[in-house]
């Protein structure tokens, strides 16, 4: 059974930094490409960054090009999210996602954790 | 930047058809898919690459793709289906969503 879990989230002030982890288990993690979305309060789903399988290539939505970095350790079988200079606009739900090639949809997603980002 | 858009709220009687749009600049040459969110819970997907039904997904949901518009279509609306739903492309590289739809089952 495929399974995505995350974790690292929790409360930081504005300008500090946090790492997500996402642990995953079920599939070869070497052989998919992963994905962070995130989702703030009622709001919709926004696309943040992916990371191909053997992190050769790394995209980042605008929003947080320059503050989030994507990495992966397919050895752990983890994929990760550094965050600095966080905003109170980064504040959302986080949920890590796997796809594969071009025109694949997410079709595994964990259950997500929360980042809020508040004084 | 490549946009899509979607309706905020559909509504739909108990046991009719209900139909959910997305549309974004010549989607019908794109992959189009479709994501279920309940409360509270992480996305499902429903539809893949147009019209393409994940394993345990009702065949009562399906979709299509072509020129300006895809869509989700559910029949037989249940209370279940009730729930906010996404449609996603690749554009370069990049996955872009929907701003999402809520559906109402009246």
């Known amino acids: 059974e495929v399974q995505l879990v995350e974790s690292g989230g929790g409360l930081v002030k504005p300008g500090g930094s946090l790492r997500l982890s996402c642990a995953a288990s079920g599939f070869t993690f070497s052989s998919y490409s992963m994905n962070w979305v995130r989702q703030a309060p009622g709001k919709g789903l926004e696309w943040v960054s992916s990371?191909?399988?053997?992190?050769?290539?790394?995209y980042y939505a605008d929003s947080v090009k320059g503050r989030f970095t994507i990495s992966r350790d397919n050895a752990k079988n983890s994929l990760y999210l550094q965050m600095n200079s966080l905003r109170a606009e980064d504040t959302a739900v986080y949920y890590c996602a796997r796809d594969s090639d071009s025109g694949w949809p997410l079709d595994y997603w964990g259950q997500g954790t929360l980042v809020t980002v508040s004084s | 930047s490549y946009e899509l858009t979607q309706p905020l709220s559909v509504s739909v009687a108990l046991g009719q058809t209900a139909r959910i749009t997305c549309g974004g600049n010549?989607?019908?040459?794109?992959?189009v898919h479709w994501y279920q969110q309940k409360p509270g819970q992480a996305p499902v997907l429903v539809i893949y690459r147009d019209s393409n039904r994940p394993s345990g997904i009702p065949e009562r949901f399906s979709g299509s793709n072509s020129g300006n518009t895809a869509t989700l279509t559910i029949s037989r609306a249940q209370a279940g289906d009730e729930a906010d739903y996404y449609c996603?492309?690749?554009?370069?590289?990049?996955?872009?969503f929907g701003g999402g739809t809520k559906l109402t089952v009246l």
């Open positions: 010549n989607i019908g040459s794109k992959n």
């Open positions: 990371i191909s399988s053997s992190s050769s290539y790394i």
């Open positions: 996603q492309v690749w554009d370069s590289s990049t996955r872009v």
